[in-house]
C-alpha cells in the first residue's frame, strides 16, 4: 500500500489555516481569494491551465477553472473554497491549526471541504495533458456556504466545463445523485388597523394569515399525495411554518402579519413551479378580501438534484466504490452543474455528521481510498473514455 504523502498532508494544512468563511451576516463574510492563489499555484505547477473568475458582486470573491488537457467531454472535480462559520470557544483543537491527532485532520473545512480540493489536485498529478484524451477540470467555487453565488455566476455564463462531474462534499466515499431542494418564501399580509370593538374600522392581517395556513397545510396535504420517493428517509416533500409575526396589542386590529416558510421540494419537482403554484393558490384564496398580499423569497433557494441513475458518472462511481448511489439531506453545487450539462454525483471523504460542528475532523483512512478512486475516475473519463 502507498502511503500518504506529506506533501498532500501539508497542503490540506495550509487550506483549512487559510481563512474563508462564507455567510450572510457582514460580520462573518470574508474573501475566498486566498485559498483560490494557493489552488492556483499548485494546479499549474501540475500543470493545469489556471482561469480565477472574479465574482462581478464581490470581486473579492472568485471561482478557480483549471483544465488538463483538452477537447469535449471530460472530468469536473468539484468543490467549494468556503465555510460556514464558527464557535472557536467550542472547539477543542484550534479550527485553523489542522492539527492531526487520534488518526484524524482536525479543522474548519477538513471534512467540508477544502481537503477534497488538495485531494483532487494529488491525484491529478499522476497525470500529464498528452495522456488525456478529454479534459480534466479541478472546479473550486465561492460562496456555496452562504449564497451560491459562486455556482450560479457559473451558470448564468453557461459555459459548459465538462461531461461528469463529482463534488467532493462529505458522503462517506458513498456515491449520491440526489437531494431534495430547498425554498424559503416570507408571505406578508397587509391589512388595515383599528379599534378592536368595532371589526368593521379594519381588516385583520392576522385573520387572513390563519386562513393562508389553513390553505398552505391542505397545499402540504396535496403535495405529499402526489410526491413520494421511498429513497428519502422523509419519503415526502415537506413545508415548514418556521415563524410568524403580526400585530402589536390585544386591543387593536393587526395590520401587518408575515410568516416565513421552508419547503424542501423532492427531486421532479422546480422551484419555478413550486413558487407558482403557492402565489395562484394564496391570490386566489384571498382574492375577494381587503388584505394585500405579497412575497418575497428568503433566498435564492436550491434546486433538487436528480442525476439518473443510468449517467456514466453514477456506473462509474457505483462500480470503484461498491456501494449503491443514495440520497443525501443536504443541498449542493449539483443541480446548478447538471444545468450546464453535466450528469454530478456528490461524493467525497469525511462525515457530514462532523460538518458545521466545532472539531470537524477528516480520518486520516480516508485520503489514501480517495486519491484511487479520482485517480481510477480520471482513468475512465480522461485517460480511456468510452
Ligand atoms: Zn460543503
Redesign the pocket.
Known amino acids: 500500500m502507498q502511503t500518504v504523502s506529506s506533501r498532500l498532508l501539508d497542503r490540506i494544512r495550509q487550506l483549512i489555516a487559510t481563512p474563508s468563511v462564507s455567510s450572510v451576516s457582514p460580520q462573518f463574510d470574508q474573501s475566498n481569494r486566498a485559498v483560490i492563489d494557493l489552488l492556483a499555484g499548485w494546479l499549474e505547477e501540475a500543470g493545469f491551465a489556471v482561469r480565477i473568475e472574479p465574482l462581478l458582486e464581490r470581486p473579492d470573491k472568485a471561482n478557480l477553472i483549471a483544465t488538463l488537457g483538452g477537447g469535449p467531454g471530460g472530468l469536473v472535480l468539484a468543490g467549494?473554497t468556503d465555510t460556514v462559520p464558527f464557535d472557536a470557544g467550542r472547539w477543542r483543537h484550534d479550527p485553523f491549526g489542522g492539527t492531526v491527532a487520534e488518526e484524524r485532520i482536525y479543522g474548519l473545512g477538513s471534512a467540508?471541504?477544502k481537503s477534497f480540493l488538495a485531494l483532487a489536485i494529488e491525484a491529478a498529478r499522476e497525470f500529464a495533458a498528452r495522456d488525456l484524451r478529454q479534459p480534466l477540470v479541478v472546479l473550486a467555487t465561492a460562496d456555496?456556504?452562504s449564497s451560491m453565488s459562486g455556482a450560479r455566476a457559473l451558470a448564468a455564463a453557461g459555459r459548459p466545463l465538462g461531461r461528469h462531474a463529482v463534488i467532493g462534499?462529505?458522503t462517506g466515499l458513498k456515491p449520491v445523485r440526489m437531494h431534495k431542494g430547498i425554498l424559503m418564501e416570507a408571505i406578508r399580509l397587509e391589512g388595515r388597523s383599528g379599534h378592536s370593538s368595532n371589526p368593521a374600522l379594519g381588516a385583520s392581517a392576522l385573520e387572513g394569515m390563519h386562513q393562508v395556513i389553513g390553505e398552505l397545510l391542505r397545499w402540504r396535504a396535496e403535495l405529499q399525495a402526489r410526491y413520494r420517493n421511498p429513497l428519502f428517509e422523509v419519503a415526502v416533500p415537506t413545508l415548514n411554518l418556521g415563524r410568524i409575526h403580526g400585530g402589536d396589542n390585544p386591543n387593536r386590529i393587526c395590520a401587518d402579519c408575515e410568516l416565513h416558510i421552508d419547503i424542501r421540494p423532492l427531486p421532479g419537482m422546480t422551484l419555478a413551479e413550486l413558487r407558482g403554484a403557492l402565489h395562484q393558490r394564496l391570490e386566489r384564496l384571498l382574492a375577494d378580501g381587503d388584505l394585500k398580499l405579497s412575497f418575497e423569497p428568503l433566498f435564492s433557494g436550491v434546486e433538487a438534484l436528480d442525476t439518473p441513475a443510468t449517467a456514466a458518472i453514477v456506473r462509474a462511481t457505483e462500480d470503484l466504490t461498491g456501494a449503491p448511489a443514495g440520497v443525501v439531506g443536504f443541498g449542493t453545487e449539483g443541480p446548478y452543474l447538471n444545468a450546464l450539462g453535466m450528469e454530478t454525483v456528490t461524493l467525497g471523504p469525511g462525515s457530514v455528521d462532523c460538518?458545521h460542528q466545532p472539531d470537524e475532523f477528516l480520518p486520516l483512512a480516508a485520503l489514501q481510498p480517495t486519491l484511487d478512486l479520482l485517480r481510477g475516475l480520471i482513468g475512465r473519463f480522461c485517460v480511456t473514455p468510452e
Open positions: 467549494h467540508d471541504m456555496e456556504e462534499e462529505p460538518a
